[in-house]
């Protein structure tokens, strides 16, 4: 059997060797350890590296954090989205490319497989309609970007173009549910996306002319969706294909939200603090806020199986509690600072 031959990456190793030694590098360091040679700079861009650390290389959590940008083009400001990617640290990794097709607004951003993070619908405006006015015109656009590769890619359309939606992620299919149309109307449909098949499929959904979706999540396999203004959460069963109504004893205006260790964190307008429910308990409760500057309607999201706040404008550092512990009401400030505003939290994994 012939010898493999010492590897161009680092001498004495074999090819195979020295890449899974390079693959095992945490994503922080990619940056000065692409200052050592062209070989490794080059072997971290490649498609090659990224299938090496799937197989061999350490998954990481990062958080994601989509943000509104702007920049002035023929004197006029152009609004794009964007994302900064921060480790379980803090470290600021840098941003990943915007995200392709027209500026929208009142989209929806999941993740699916842990690690992809999908950008659904939304709406742009459309100028010119009525004279010197602006038309809004909902989109049923989806996009998909794979940090293994650093790419945004088109995934298959919506069914019906909407936004303003409810939407969760539910043993690895994507719910989308009602929202409004162009015109403005509430939509009374919802439709359910296949990753497997890259494929949307309209589903049946209780047919309420006064149900207005504030938010949805996945408790226990099951999707739950939070009626606007209402008492009442709908329960969609995947399995049964089946919905029921639970009457969870408060109304909620909702407009952030996170889901953390089978407990659901929100605010809502006009009503201090940062709300609790517990779906399994079917219980309430509530926990301080501080007052920060720039922090008018926080955003939620989750960092280390932690809440975090982070300010609706940019320029602010994020805060952060582990609301489980006794000391609940104390959040500690954090390195974290976005530099766009209207955040969106996800978490992605590779």
Known sequence: ???????????????????????????????IISQVCRGWRMFIKSKHFADVRKLTGPVEEFMCVMMDGRFIRDRQFVNYLYGEVFDASGNNLGQIPRVPGPFKSRFGVAVLGGGKIVIIGGYAEVEGF????????????????DPAFNSWRNLAPMNIPRYSFAFAVADGLLYVIRGRSSDGKHLLSSEVYNPETNQWSLMDCPHRPNFRCAFAFSFNSKLYVVDDKSRFIEIYDPKTETWEELDSGQSLSVYSYTVIRNKVYFFEHNKPGLGVFDPEENSWSSVF????????????????????????MGGCNALTGDLDKANSSKWTATQIKPSGSYPTIVLINF
């Open 289 to 312: 806020v501080p007052w920060a500057p720039g922090a008018y309607w926080f955003r939620l999201g989750e960092w280390n199986n932690k809440v975090i706040l982070i300010a609706r």
């Open 1 to 31: 059997m012939a010898e493999s031959s010492p590897s161009s990456l680092i001498p004495g190793l074999t090819d195979d060797v020295a890449e899974r030694c390079l693959s095992r590098i945490p994503r922080y360091d990619f940056r």
């Open 130 to 145: 009525p004279v010197d006015g602006n038309r809004i015109s909902a989109s049923a656009d989806v996009y998909e970007f």
